[in-house]
């Protein structure tokens, strides 16, 4: 596919935009947690259609259950941490967790270049946690702390769709099951949560867009994008997103990042780009290298559409 990277990049740049979004709405990170996946994962599942039955399995609906935890640790995260900090460490946290989950599960043991690359991510984040300011206290780490949980959450269904996509599950099947599960779950929370919030046309407005655009819509591009571009690659221009997110979380809500956390910013950064620049290759590979995958808020996979 010839305009895959394009494809890549245009879903990272909706994943970037989130963060923004869900802070100019007056609802609580938990409903819109909620009412992001229920939109979103109804419009994956009806779009995977009757091929989500043939691939469900116990493992896929905990990483389902797992898809909604992040939900909610992202928001939250990003309630305490503001927009910046809280979707780097979220994303800058995931690829870490992922190659030590695909190593402890699968085999997959890591190299060389990607312990390097995770002790720098680490001090990236303690950095970020630094420079943040005193003033900010407890709400800043346990902001943090609720980021580097959601990154765990996103390396374990990010793993669990990888391998059963390497097993040949159909990818859309297995987004279907994923975040249509996701969906089935937060849709008692949202009730419980209430909606009144979304009565409002800029409630309203903000939820469906987190809903189509940055999840339907985002694993759509992402989908078509890694049908012509490697998953390395991909890893790659999956970096747009924390550099969107942390450009609209200064320039739309004027946060201000200390000289400090911009260098966590930039030695994050730095980590992720060596985490997912593929190798020299070994030979074959009957999977996908899990820890070169990075996209918040979302499983990566090959094929997806």
């Known amino acids: 596919m010839k305009n ?24 609580d990170s938990v409903a819109l947690a909620a009412a992001r996946l229920v939109i979103g994962g109804s419009v994956l ?18 990483a389902a259950a797992a898809v909604a935890a992040y939900q909610l640790c992202f928001f939250a995260a ?19 967790f992922t190659g030590l989950l695909a190593w402890l599960l699968h085999g997959e043991r890591p190299s060389g270049r990607w312990a390097l690359a995770t002790s720098a991510a680490i001090s990236g984040c303690a950095a970020l946690i630094i420079g943040g300011g005193a ?3 407890g709400q800043l780490i346990s902001g943090v702390l609720l980021a580097l949980l959601g990154g765990l959450l996103y390396a374990f269904y990010a793993v669990s769709a990888a391998h059963a996509i390497g097993g040949g599950a159909p990818s859309n099947a297995v987004m279907g099951v994923l975040f249509g599960g996701a969906a089935a779950i937060m849709l008692p929370v949202l009730l419980v949560r209430g909606v009144d919030w979304m009565g ?3 409630g309203l407005l903000a939820v469906l867009y987190l809903g189509l655009g940055t999840t339907a819509l985002s694993y759509f591009l992402y989908g078509r994008g890694l ?9 790659t221009l999956a970096l747009a997103e924390p550099a969107v997110a942390a450009l609209l979380g200064l320039v739309v809500l004027g946060e201000r990042l200390g000289l400090v956390s911009v260098a966590g910013l930039v030695l994050l950064a730095i980590s992720l780009m060596a985490v997912a620049v593929p190798g020299r290759a070994a030979g074959p590979r009957k999977v996908p290298v899990l820890g070169e995958v990075s996209v918040p808020g979302r499983a990566v996979v090959p094929e997806e559409g």
Do not use: K, N, Y
């Not at 895959?4 to 609802?27: E, F, H, I, M, R």
């Not at 995977?48 to 043939?54: E, K, L, N």
């Not at 990003?78 to 870490?96: E, L």
């Open 4 to 27: 895959g990277p394009l494809a890549v990049v245009g879903a990272s740049v909706l994943w970037g935009t989130a963060g923004t979004a869900g802070l100019l709405v007056s609802a």
């Open 45 to 62: 599942a009806l779009f995977a259609g009757r091929g989500i039955r043939r691939v469900v399995t116990p493992g896929l609906l905990l």
């Open 78 to 96: 990003v309630g305490r941490t503001g927009v910046a900090i809280g979707t780097v460490v979220a994303i800058g946290s995931g690829p870490v």
């Open 135 to 137: 003033e900010a206290g």
């Open 200 to 202: 409002e046309p800029r």
């Open 227 to 235: 049908r012509g571009t490697p998953v390395a690659t991909a890893a």
